[in-house]
């Protein structure tokens, strides 16, 4: 059965980072949207992008992405009554690190990291950039890969971003869920733990599987074609359950 799926990018890059994701499951016969960051710490923004989203079977997201396609589902479900599929790739339900959720960035690199964008945000971004692709044996081609593929961003949008990987706090929204959720982690991710992975296994929500594949954090860029398989095999799982 073809899904509508809105696929949510991850901070610094841009929707063509997605763009082969997108094309390798539109050739299974979904209809997918992109979508760049955006504020959900503004409650008009986040508003008007529920408006939005509702009319998609999935949302899914990466990193960011994933953080903002959970704060999606979740006001949703609870302003619509509707319960969307949610898929997050290489995404923490806490990007910075707090008393419950340790599995994280710590507050210090992460502030550090905020300090060199507001002085040098190229130069940061290429960092960055740099270490969405570190952990695998093709790291250096993988980097020329995203470099080519980058949009620029706007300065301010970048900001916003920084302030919602510091403070959305997901775990509860995750572990109270009641729709289906699937979450990847990739192995030899810089910026994600896989050891995250082990965390959600904790958690008693009623829908939700995750999965540990090979790869850094740039998996879903780097490994279209497998991640849209897995996604597929997903969305089967449910029409059939649902059938």
């Given at each position: 059965m073809q899904q509508r799926i809105l696929l949510i990018t991850g901070w610094g890059g841009g929707t063509k980072l997605l763009d082969p994701l997108k094309q390798a499951l539109a050739a299974q016969g979904?209809?997918?949207?992109?979508?760049?960051?955006?504020n959900a710490l503004d409650e008009q923004v986040l508003q008007q992008e529920v408006q939005w989203a509702r009319q998609f079977d999935v949302i899914a997201g990466w990193s960011l992405g994933g953080q903002l396609a959970t704060v999606l589902v979740d006001q949703i479900q609870k302003q619509c009554g509707l319960e969307k599929v949610l898929i997050t790739l290489g995404s923490n339900p806490c990007f910075v690190a707090n008393e419950t959720w340790p599995?994280?960035?710590?507050?210090p690199t992460f502030q550090q990291f905020k300090q060199s964008f507001e002085q040098d945000a190229i130069a940061t971004l290429k960092?960055?950039?740099?270490?969405?692709?570190?952990?695998t044996e093709t790291t250096k081609a993988d980097f020329i890969t995203l470099q080519s593929l980058i949009q620029a961003?706007?300065?301010e949008t970048l900001r916003e971003g920084l302030n919602c990987l510091e403070q959305l706090k997901n775990v509860d929204i995750l572990r109270n869920y009641p729709g289906h959720q699937y979450h990847l982690f990739a192995k030899q991710d810089f910026l994600v733990s896989y050891k995250v992975q082990r965390n959600f296994q904790?958690?008693?929500?009623?829908?939700?599987a995750t999965e540990l594949v090979s790869g850094s954090h740039g998996f879903p860029l780097f490994e279209a074609e497998l991640i849209s398989g897995k996604i597929c095999q997903f969305l089967k799982k449910i029409e059939q359950r649902n059938g």
């Amino acid at each position: 059965m073809q899904q509508r799926i809105l696929l949510i990018t991850g901070w610094g890059g841009g929707t063509k980072l997605l763009d082969p994701l997108k094309q390798a499951l539109a050739a299974q016969g979904h209809e997918v949207e992109l979508c760049n960051i955006f504020n959900a710490l503004d409650e008009q923004v986040l508003q008007q992008e529920v408006q939005w989203a509702r009319q998609f079977d999935v949302i899914a997201g990466w990193s960011l992405g994933g953080q903002l396609a959970t704060v999606l589902v979740d006001q949703i479900q609870k302003q619509c009554g509707l319960e969307k599929v949610l898929i997050t790739l290489g995404s923490n339900p806490c990007f910075v690190a707090n008393e419950t959720w340790p599995a994280a960035m710590s507050k210090p690199t992460f502030q550090q990291f905020k300090q060199s964008f507001e002085q040098d945000a190229i130069a940061t971004l290429k960092k960055f950039g740099y270490m969405v692709c570190q952990g695998t044996e093709t790291t250096k081609a993988d980097f020329i890969t995203l470099q080519s593929l980058i949009q620029a961003q706007n300065l301010e949008t970048l900001r916003e971003g920084l302030n919602c990987l510091e403070q959305l706090k997901n775990v509860d929204i995750l572990r109270n869920y009641p729709g289906h959720q699937y979450h990847l982690f990739a192995k030899q991710d810089f910026l994600v733990s896989y050891k995250v992975q082990r965390n959600f296994q904790k958690f008693n929500a009623k829908f939700l599987a995750t999965e540990l594949v090979s790869g850094s954090h740039g998996f879903p860029l780097f490994e279209a074609e497998l991640i849209s398989g897995k996604i597929c095999q997903f969305l089967k799982k449910i029409e059939q359950r649902n059938g």
